[in-house]
């Protein structure tokens, strides 16, 4: 089946600091990925729509100089986490469906739990 | 606009009774619905996919769920609770033509005591 690697699995910065997550897909290529982030005992939340070889949708609310999305190619997707503070600690999820004639479902990376301190 | 809605935050049952997870939808147009588990500080897990097939869907795990249109339901069950069960499940909606845009329901925590 398709697999979804993110990397870091867990992270710990200091505040001020920037922070890369990456997502891949390892065994089909992915024109678009999602990111999401979820605050501890809830669900998932949508931050934006990262489309390869363009710009990220981003959903309302979600400050896009903040959260730097680039999708260089169709397996790599990266988040940047800009000037961290600690209220931007939580779990990021990212997933990514194959391209058009693949499944209906969306898969999963594994998430990075992001500790700003 | 789509949504879900999970009816329990939590759900306790014994080791070897039935399991119901409920959840409603709201869709404009017939929906793809999913529903995916995640263990603690774990990605999240496809369990079952219903995509305007069969309306009744088997998953992994000895998981099942029917589609009601009528009801706007799709309600998750297990015949018999095992102790890894025990996790988060989230019913999800797809966005638009965009299946693997989702929207997830709040979540409900399946709680299982020996």
């Known amino acids: 089946g398709a697999v979804v690697s993110q990397h870091p699995s867990w992270v710990i910065c200091k505040s001020g600091t920037s922070v890369k997550i990456e997502c891949r897909s390892l065994?089909?290529?992915?024109?678009?990925m999602f990111w999401y982030r979820q605050f501890p005992k809830q669900s998932l939340m949508l931050m934006a729509t990262?489309?390869?070889?363009?710009?990220?949708?981003?959903e309302q609310g979600v400050e896009k100089d903040k959260f730097l999305i680039n999708h260089a190619s169709l397996t790599l997707s990266t988040l940047t986490v800009t000037s961290a503070h600690p209220e931007d600690s939580s779990f990021y999820i990212c997933?990514?469906?194959?391209?058009?004639?693949?499944?209906?479902?969306?898969?999963f990376g594994q998430g990075t739990r992001l500790t700003v301190v | 606009a789509q949504s879900v809605t999970q009816l329990d935050s939590h759900v306790s049952v014994s080791e070897g009774t039935p399991v119901l997870l409920r959840c409603n939808y709201s869709?404009?147009?017939?929906?793809?619905l999913f529903w995916y588990v995640q263990h603690p500080n774990k990605g999240l897990q496809l369990l079952l996919k219903?995509?305007?097939?069969?309306?009744l869907v088997k998953g992994i795990n000895g998981f099942e769920a029917e589609f009601k249109k009528s009801e706007t339901s799709f309600h998750l069950t297990k015949p018999s609770a095992h102790m890894s069960d025990a996790a988060e499940y989230f019913c999800?909606?797809?966005?638009?033509?965009?299946?693997?845009?989702?929207?997830f329901g709040t979540g409900t925590r399946l709680l299982v005591s020996p």
């Open positions: 990262s489309n390869e070889g363009s710009k990220a949708t981003y």
């Open positions: 219903y995509t305007s097939a069969a309306t």
């Open positions: 997933s990514a469906g194959e391209l058009p004639g693949g499944p209906p479902e969306a898969f």
């Open positions: 869709s404009s147009y017939s929906p793809s």
């Open positions: 065994d089909f290529q992915a024109t678009t």
């Open positions: 999800v909606v797809s966005v638009g033509t965009g299946f693997q845009k989702l929207v």
